[in-house]
């Protein structure tokens, strides 16, 4: 998963400049006024918190007013200066010294005011962490926080709640590793994160108490404190939405129970597999497909102008995609360590460093390795580069091994088109690369696992045999083409919902764009029913796309 900024632009007063309700709701007043009145059922909890998190505040305010228009009973949830440690705790903005010994509050305070200014003018029951956590309550998260064991720390489990690992992910993410070797104040940050962890765990308990909902809906569904919210809340038996912004551009993605990132590994094939493509729909798709080079259809995208010339890219690394290649492609390492489980390997070092070893005694092929982007564009910039990792063991690697370095303007796709097969951990590139009849070897926890158009390895035993087996003499069967294009329609079509009214003019930062409250009610927009749909029914988070 590619991070996005977490914080709005403010003004002075941390404004939130780009949602304002209080216009939008005096055009219909009286109505909204109605509406509130008349919203018994069922009863959602809009599980924000975290009110300087731009894309939440945008898209969860205008989950709260819609379902509201549709006689939902909504409340909101808010941290207001609460927690040691978030997700909005970004080492790029607090660094870890200061943060343990002198805590957040400079970013808190613009995250509250930000929450504040768009919600409060809805008028809907706000419910803020201090207010659920007594001050004994208060005192023992504190003491449960230091008798944490640290060693096997993502393993901890609190009243069957996965603490240790919500705590575990946020610190990983905060330093941006996949381990916390070598960090001097990493325990500390931990700790401050496994406190934070049952702050959350009470103030979810205590109003989950006071008051009964049926659903939760809340993003990201894991980090803190939503990887808590979500554990209780399942605990408690109370439904539960997760959603991410999807790829394209004014789009998201949706999941019942748990976030889409282990959703979609169990996602049944029967949802997409009967399918069918038209020849409309395959163009729409390929068009797609080829607009990812430069991203000019997504909300997130890593070169300006990618090269994509193949005699320079050849001059360039110095390989010759005459001779057998087989790519490779990473994910950043903190990303691969916290949002996949390892299927083969230990972890996607252990992976990268297996595939070299195998390929420097292979040197009639040629290695291919790309190292993803986001290592250094994400906004989460990865402090354990993938490079260094394999310099330690690998200071000088075999000639028939080549690696396009993170910084590289070089296009992907312009490569990977070349090889004979291409080998990947947990990146979606492999959705993108199967239509184009490219052998997949699937590692990790790719959602192209077990689709039936990808090569998947469940032990190291097996890879080998897998990878003696190079280069293959075929591409992908006409019918493993046509299953993987369902499978892409279906992700980067259907199971991205589209709002158009939700935009970016400035990148990674939403802005809400509506004439009034009636451009929420049912029929407008198709992409906002299927939404509230799945929210209030339960119903499939899936855009019928091909009946547009």
Not at 338 to 366: G, P
């Amino acid at each position: 998963m590619v991070d996005i900024p977490i914080f709005p632009k403010l003004n002075r007063r941390g404004k939130n400049l780009h949602v304002d309700w209080l216009k939008i709701i005096a055009k219909n007043k009286s109505y909204w006024e109605d509406a509130k009145k008349r919203a018994k059922s069922p009863r959602v909890l809009i599980a924000t918190s975290l009110g300087g998190y731009n894309h939440a505040t945008v898209l969860e305010s205008t989950l709260a007013v819609s379902l509201t228009l549709r006689g939902a009973s909504v409340d909101i949830l808010l941290c207001d200066k609460f927690l040691p440690a978030c997700q909005m705790t970004k080492i790029a903005k607090i660094d870890p010294q200061k943060l343990v010994e002198k805590g957040q509050l400079n970013i808190c305070d613009s995250c509250l005011s930000a929450g504040k200014k768009v919600f409060t003018p809805l008028g809907l029951p706000i419910h803020y962490y201090s207010e659920l956590v007594g001050k004994k309550e208060q005192k023992q998260a504190r003491a449960n926080a230091y008798n944490v064991p640290l060693p096997h720390v993502d393993e901890y489990m609190y009243k069957h709640v996965a603490l240790g690992e919500h705590a575990y992910a946020g610190t990983l993410r905060y330093f941006g590793r996949g381990d916390l070797e070598g960090e001097r104040f990493g325990n500390d940050v931990l700790k401050r994160y496994i406190h934070a962890g049952f702050l959350s765990a009470y103030a979810l308990q205590n109003l989950l108490k006071k008051k009964k909902y049926d659903i939760a809906c809340f993003h990201h569904g894991i980090y803190i404190p939503q990887g808590i919210i979500g554990e209780i809340c399942r605990r408690e038996k109370v439904r539960i939405v997760n959603w991410n912004p999807a790829y394209r551009r004014h789009t998201f993605i949706f999941s019942h129970g748990d976030t889409y990132h282990h959703t979609m590994l169990e996602e049944k094939a029967d949802v997409w597999k009967n399918l069918q493509l038209t020849p409309k729909l395959e163009k729409r798709l390929d068009t797609y497909l080829y607009s990812r080079r430069s991203g000019t259809s997504d909300w997130i995208w890593f070169h300006e102008n990618p090269l994509e010339d193949v005699g320079k890219i050849e001059y360039n690394i110095g390989i010759d995609f005459k001779k057998p290649c087989i790519g490779v492609l990473t994910n950043v390492m903190w990303d691969a360590r916290l949002h996949y489980n390892s299927v083969a390997f230990d972890n996607m070092i252990d992976w990268v460093l297996t595939t070299i070893s195998y390929f420097s005694k292979r040197k009639s092929i040629q290695l291919l390795i790309r190292i993803h982007p986001a290592e250094i564009h994400g906004l989460v910039p990865s402090r354990q580069p993938l490079l260094s990792e394999i310099k330690k063991y690998y200071p000088h690697l075999a000639s028939n091994i080549k690696i396009i370095p993170p910084e590289s303007t070089i296009s992907t796709y312009a490569v990977m088109e070349k090889c004979n097969a291409v080998i990947i951990y947990n990146t979606k590139t492999g959705i993108e690369l199967s239509p184009l009849g490219i052998p997949m070897i699937v590692c990790g926890e790719s959602w192209i696992r077990n689709k039936g158009f990808s090569i998947d390895v469940t032990s190291k035993k097996e890879y080998k045999k897998i990878l003696d087996k190079l280069p293959f003499k075929k591409k992908l069967t006409d019918r493993q083409v046509n299953m993987a294009k369902k499978y892409a329609f279906h992700f980067f079509f259907r199971r991205m919902i589209p709002l158009p009214f939700i935009e970016s003019k400035e990148k990674f930062t939403f802005t809400l764009n509506l004439e009034g409250l009636h451009d929420l009610l049912t029929g407008k927009y198709p992409g906002l029913t299927t939404m509230c749909d799945g929210i209030l029914k339960g119903t499939p988070f899936v855009f019928p796309h091909e009946d547009l």
